[in-house]
Structures are given as structure tokens and as C-alpha cells.
């Protein structure tokens, strides 16, 4: 043991500094490869995550693009048997309005008969086909309404029924 006395005291201290700091080193190097690791692995992650939102977000616009094309193919079809509702009504308007233009015409040949028993005749059914006549075109008009309003109830009940089963597909 001789030898070790030859070598001075701080020498020792220098040595044990220089075993530390190496080992600090090894330590510092091993961390930061873990940090690279970790740093890559984070990358990763967020890559996947914007992926799948990116996924999910042309899922949802995909899927409100098909809601709106059903909505306005639902509306497109409820206008047209509105259309044709209307179509429906306005011949049925025109049908009564030809009934009353007959009962008018036959009115007045009746009163053209020239014939004073027939002009007398002429006379109460007049009255009466006049009220026939008022009562009909009433009728008309309230069934036409009310044959309006349902139809266009209807359709709109069934447009929404249509789309509400669009929104479930």
C-alpha cells in the first residue's frame, strides 16, 4: 500500500469527481434518449388523435350533407302533392262553378217559357233554385277549404314523418 500513499489526496478527490461526473453523463444521455422516445411517441399520438378527429369530422359533415339532401327531397315531394292538391281543388272549384252555371241557365229557360202558369211556377222555383244555387256555392267553398287545409295537413304530417325516418337511416 505503499503506492497509494504516493499519489497525493486531492488526486483521489479528482478521481471520485471524474467517476461522478461520468455517470452523471451516462445519466443525462440515457434521459434524453428516453425524452426522444417519449417526444416521438407523443408526435405519434397526436397524429393518431388528429386523425380520428379528421374522420370523425367528415363523418359528421357526410352525415348532415345526407340529412339536408333528405330534408330537401322530403320537402321537394310534400310541394309537389301540394301542387297537385291544388290542381285537385281548383278542378273541383271549376266543377262547381259549371253546376251552378247549369242550374243558372236552366233558371232562365224556365223563365223564357213565356207561359203565365209556368211563369207563375217560374216565380217559387226561382226563389228555390236561387237559394239551391247560394246553398251549393257555399258548400263549395266551405268544402274546398276545408279539403285544402286537410291536404295540405296531410302532406305536411307525412313530409314530416319522411324525414324524421330520414334522420334514424
Known amino acids: 500500500m505503499t503506492w497509494l500513499k504516493l499519489v497525493p489526496g486531492w488526486a483521489y478527490w479528482l ?23 417519449a417526444v416521438t411517441e407523443l408526435a405519434k399520438h397526436r397524429a393518431e388523435v388528429a386523425e380520428i378527429a379528421n374522420r370523425a369530422m367528415v363523418a359528421a359533415l357526410n352525415e348532415t350533407k345526407r340529412r339536408m339532401l333528405a330534408r ?9 302533392q301540394l301542387e297537385v292538391a291544388r290542381a285537385d281543388a281548383d278542378a273541383a272549384g271549376s266543377a262547381i262553378e259549371r253546376l ?23 216565380q217559387a222555383t226561382e226563389a228555390e233554385a236561387r237559394v239551391h244555387a247560394d246553398l251549393l256555392s257555399r258548400i263549395g267553398q266551405a268544402a274546398g277549404l276545408y279539403a285544402d287545409e286537410a291536404d295540405r295537413r296531410g302532406i305536411a304530417g307525412a313530409a314530416c314523418e319522411r324525414q324524421y325516418d330520414s334522420l334514424g337511416n
Not at 330537401?72 to 309537389?80: I, K, T
Not at 252555371?101 to 217560374?122: F, K, V, W
Open 72 to 80: 330537401d327531397e322530403v320537402q321537394s315531394d310534400a310541394e309537389q
Open 15 to 37: 478521481a471520485a469527481l471524474l467517476i461522478v461526473a461520468g455517470a452523471q453523463q451516462v445519466r443525462v444521455v440515457s434521459a434524453q434518449a428516453q425524452t426522444s422516445a
Open 100 to 122: 251552378q252555371q247549369r242550374a243558372e241557365a236552366a233558371e232562365r229557360r224556365s223563365r223564357s217559357a213565356g207561359n203565365t202558369i209556368t211563369d207563375q211556377l217560374s
